[in-house]
């Protein structure tokens, strides 16, 4: 690791209105293992209101041992944020990472080792999804960000297996592969870090994740919030398969045809009988399996709102991913 210690290292980081967890995520780079005097911390704020910029300028008031770089945000969208945090650093690995994440000490370490060992193009790790509040409901959220049920196949949200992935979150790179690739998209307002990735595969890069490398990430607050930023996420995924429609998978093919079916058979409905015992049944089943769910995370987390709780977190990422993937067929893309 001796060779690797003396990469110089940026963590790129885009940030609106993140008080409450900004200070958390800059004392947990300030407490890698990896040397603070080899880092830099390149922040991307898009104007923020509620006192995010003072918590920074406090806390590099407090800890002037890691450099922290401000810049401003003027288009006020994550990629654009990322690019411009891109420019704005000077080391040869770039880390990414969000203002509502915290890594864990080995985080920069393993990445950089990660990266030198060429495991991959691309390196990531596995998020320990926290809750965004103290609320029962906030809870759930966490508990069924977490769920194959309510993620599918996404592995960097539970696996404990290392290899190859068609995606990870945030990531790790040598600063040659934008030579290479490109930026990160900015037409796209969500999905940029997938739409990054499948450029690394398609030039002949690989994705790799390491369970080893670990962040905790708040989730969503409430329902509404979680509600907004899975449809974003289900209307900006189809904007960006316009472009890659390879790169489709099962589980995100789900949500939309689920909705969509819903829709027709309940149009149907007052017409045929058939129409109508068929969305009764297929209703029943899905409520019978997100409440095992939610009875399932209720003993492992000995939380038993979450019986309640996990059931409504899941139907409401499924709903708004699909609905926003509809949504994105019938409306062209918007620029903000």
Known sequence: MTNTLKRQVSVIIPCYNEQRTIKPLLDGLLGQTFPAENMEVV???????????????????EHPELQVVVIVNNAHSIPAALNSAIKASHGEIIVRLDAHS?????????????????????????WDIQPGSDKWISRSIAAAAGHPIGVGDARYRFTDQAGIVDTVPFGAFKRDLIDRI????????????????????E???????????????????????????????????????????QTLR?????????????????????????ARWALA???????????????????????????????????TMHFSWGTGFLWSLLSPPKSQ
Not at 43 to 61: H, P, V, Y
Not at 283 to 312: C, H
């Open 43 to 61: 922040i991307a704020d898009g104007e923020s209101t509620d006192g995010t910029q003072a918590a920074i300028a406090e806390w590099q008031t």
């Open 102 to 126: 915290k890594p864990q000490n080995e985080y920069v370490a393993r990445s950089v080792a990660a990266l030198e060992e060429g495991l991959g193009q691309n390196v990531g790790g596995v």
């Open 182 to 201: 490109g930026f990160y998209d900015e037409t796209l307002l969500a999905n940029e870090d997938y739409e990054f990735n499948a450029r690394v595969r």
């Open 203 to 245: 030039s002949g890069g690989q994705v790799w994740l390491d369970p080893k490398i670990r962040s905790a990430y708040f989730a969503r607050r409430d329902l509404k919030a979680l509600s907004i930023q899975y449809w974003r996420y289900g209307y900006w995924k189809r904007q960006m398969l316009r472009r890659y429609p």
């Open 250 to 274: 099962w589980r995100q093919a789900l949500p939309p045809v689920f909705v969509f079916g819903l829709a027709v058979l309940l149009i149907a409905s007052p017409f045929f009988w058939l």
């Open 281 to 315: 049944g297929i209703l029943a089943l899905y409520a019978f399996i997100l409440l095992l769910a939610g009875v399932q995370l209720a003993i492992r987390k000995k939380d038993a709102t979450m019986v309640i709780g996990v059931p409504l977190a899941i139907a």
